[in-house]
């Protein structure tokens, strides 16, 4: 079995020494009669393999074997009429042999450095100004956000996998790249991987095509944290799931860090492989809800701050207001109001935007909601129940009742907008003032609500008028 061993080494030498095609045609089976300090004998499969091996290579494996045995002065060529017996297990076939050791320096050769230049085509879509830091923090996505921050400070031990879902441009990008980031600074000898699912499967595809499947394994193997955005695009791609599940298998059972974003709840997702729905639900699943009007005025001035333009007061609130739907939203009329600024000198107004906004099917409130004047604080949701039950001349009772009335059903999903956009109220806290209605309930009341508004331009007057009579 040493002798074998031995074998073996000194083919691989040479191997990485002669040229294939000479290796290939004057190499067929060896084995290793003897080896002693001086000399070493080789059996060769013919007298042609020992005149060529004498004649041509004598040199080159003399010095090869002695990089297996130093001290080995000379060698020698034997033929071995029985080399061919298939029993015999010292005999090397020296083209199976290339092959096998072909394949495995392909293998080796696939570094982390070579793995880290396939993967920063997938990184350079990481912007860098995206940070923890600069995360708006609201009511609806402290679970989220602070989920991410355990995981970038302790990964691999704390939330694993973490899962965030939400609807679109509220923040859950930023939130992931903002992990690679902290992970990529805190953790600089560790292999971490940002990528989006519909980059995941072209990657697959394309490894499909090119037949290294394997060569895929091998990079998602070596990762330390693997943070996919946007997984809702693998619904129906079930061989790209299958991969996929295959990954977060190996990682999971390596200890190793997965971040995951999704448009809907793990339960929601139906689209996918239930196996592979269970593995998203093994950790923490979080949630991030639209902002609220302050936070939506914070990201606001945040975003303007950074982009070094100046904002007043009134319009950005009068933005903050409107401009309800997401952040992606928030983002695109700031960057139309700068563009105004440095095409046209026309510094932002309360008077344009609100005409800008209108035309973009943005507006919501009324531009008269807005005069300059001092606000009041209003003092509990009870001010804004008996201002509804005041301008419908309805009772609060029929408001905080389930009755399904239209007369009453209007009046009551008013209340828990206002208590919701402009009073900041939660969907738990609404429930428990309307006699213990459901959490969906109210989530279903608010967003009717504003998708009326949108078309009923009466209905959108009466909501300004109440929150007029109490400044709201």
Not at 235 to 250: R, S, V
């Amino acid at each position: 079995m040493e002798k074998h061993y031995k074998l073996k080494n000194i083919i691989t030498f040479l191997i990485d020494d002669l040229k294939k095609q000479d290796f290939l045609v004057y190499f067929r089976k060896m084995s290793l009669l003897d080896a002693t300090d001086t000399k070493v004998t080789f059996w060769v499969v013919s007298a042609f393999m020992k005149d060529n091996l004498e004649a041509k290579f004598y040199d080159q494996i003399l010095q090869n074997t002695k990089k297996e045995i130093p001290t080995v002065e000379r060698i020698e060529f034997k033929v071995d009429q029985n080399i061919d017996n298939p029993s015999s297990t010292n005999v090397v076939d020296c083209a199976s042999f290339y092959k096998t050791n072909a394949k495995a320096k392909k293998a080796k050769k696939i570094s982390w450095n070579d793995i880290m230049n396939i993967s920063w085509k997938t990184a350079k879509c990481i912007n860098d100004r995206y940070s923890l830091n600069n995360f708006i923090v609201w009511g609806d996505n402290q679970l989220a956000f602070s989920a991410a921050e355990a995981v970038c400070k302790n990964p691999w031990h704390s939330y694993n996998p973490l899962y965030i879902y939400g609807d679109v441009w509220l923040g859950k990008t930023h939130l992931l790249q903002a992990a690679w980031n902290a992970v990529m600074k805190k953790f600089k000898d560790k292999n971490v991987m940002y990528t989006t699912a519909d980059k995941f499967i072209t990657e697959y595809v394309t490894s499909v095509k090119k037949r290294s499947i394997e060569r895929l394994r091998l990079k998602y193997r070596e990762i330390d944290v693997l943070i996919i955005d946007d997984v809702q695009f693998l619904a129906k791609k079930e061989q790209t799931q299958n991969e996929l599940y295959n990954i977060f298998n190996l990682l999971y059972d390596s200890n190793k860090q997965i971040i995951i974003s999704w448009d809907r709840a793990p339960k929601e997702l139906t689209e996918l492989e239930p196996r592979l729905r269970s593995r998203f639900e093994w950790g923490i699943t979080v949630d991030i809800w639209k902002p609220d009007f302050e936070t939506r005025l914070a990201i606001l001035q945040e975003k303007a701050r950074e982009r070094e333009f100046m904002i007043p007061q009134d319009v950005a609130e009068f933005i903050a207001a409107n401009v309800v739907e997401n952040v992606r939203e928030l983002e695109w009329v700031l960057n139309q109001m700068i563009a105004e600024y440095e095409l046209t000198w026309n510094g932002p107004t309360l008077l344009r935007i609100s005409a800008q906004l209108k035309k973009l099917s943005f507006t919501t409130d009324l531009l008269g909601s807005w005069k300059s004047k001092e606000r009041t604080t209003i003092k509990s949701y009870e001010d804004i129940i008996d201002a509804v039950s005041n301008h419908f001349w309805i009772e609060r009772e029929w408001i905080l009742w389930g009755n399904r009335r239209k007369e009453f059903m209007i009046p009551r999903q008013i209340t828990m907008y206002l208590l919701k956009t402009k009073m900041n109220y939660t969907y738990e806290r609404i429930w428990n003032i309307f006699s213990g209605r459901n959490h969906a309930s109210v989530l279903y009341s608010c967003n009717k609500l504003q998708k009326i508004i949108k078309k009923d331009q009466v209905l959108l007057q009466e909501v300004n008028r109440i929150r007029d009579s109490i400044w709201l």
